[in-house]
């Protein structure tokens, strides 16, 4: 069964662009979540999304957006980039969500400049 | 939010020695997993471990959800095992621990 993949895996961006990541989780499974990892911060919780439905958010500003489309793949977008976005994107697919096994893709490493 | 602490938050060790990695956690969970993370920064699935003990090669994981920790075993460490570990667990969201960053010597 193939894994969670992610694209594109690198990207470099200037200030006040906006950005859009995807995300394919593996097959069958519905939950699909974004993270956001820097050095300072750590992993960080963006949102989840089940059956197109966006289930919990973290505490992010509204910048950050997503969605799910119902083949449970999964997009975010950050508008309006700012120095501080520059970041490792990672997202994760499991089953039924928070209580299943969560596999995480190799992420997106986004560079704003 | 649940507070996820891990510890030491730094482990150097000679190849062959043996490690012991602790997390705990400030509630109830529902799921605890521990990763792995590659120097490229994929988070490879170590064990989905909420409560009881499990083995997996040179690597084994014990959580007691009673007392709010978790311990990841790593016996006869290798150059490979080098990275930084992850505890994670889930109330309404996946919390991660800060992480144990591990460098084995050869």
């Known amino acids: 069964k193939a894994g969670v993949t992610q694209t594109p895996r690198y990207l470099i961006k200037t200030r006040g662009q906006q950005v859009t990541l995807s995300c394919s989780p593996i097959s069958g499974h519905r939950s699909v979540s974004w993270y956001q990892q820097t050095p300072g911060q750590g992993l960080q919780f963006l949102f989840e999304?089940?059956?197109?439905?966006?289930?919990n958010k973290g505490n992010f500003p509204g910048r950050f957006s997503g969605r799910q489309f119902s083949n449970s793949r999964s997009e975010m977008n950050v508008s309006t980039l700012e120095l501080g976005d520059s970041a490792l994107y990672l997202c994760a697919s499991s089953g039924q969500g928070w209580g299943y096994e969560q596999y995480f893709g190799p992420g997106t490493r986004l560079t704003v400049t | 939010g649940i507070q996820v602490e891990q510890s030491p938050p730094d482990l150097i060790l000679q190849e062959g020695a043996n490690s012991t990695l602790r997390c705990n956690f400030s509630?109830?969970?529902?799921?605890l997993q521990w990763f792995h993370q590659n120097p490229w920064g994929q988070l490879i699935n170590l064990f989905y471990i909420p409560s009881g003990t499990k083995q997996n090669g040179r690597l084994s994981a014990t959580t007691v959800a009673t007392e709010r920790y978790s311990l990841l075993y790593i016996s006869s460490s290798q150059t490979t095992d080098s990275g930084v570990y992850f505890c994670?667990?889930?109330?309404?969201?996946?919390?991660f621990g800060t992480g144990t960053s591990l460098t084995v010597i050869p």
């Open positions: 999304y089940f059956s197109e439905t966006q289930r």
């Open positions: 509630d109830s969970v529902n799921n």
């Open positions: 994670a667990v889930s109330g309404n969201q996946f919390y």
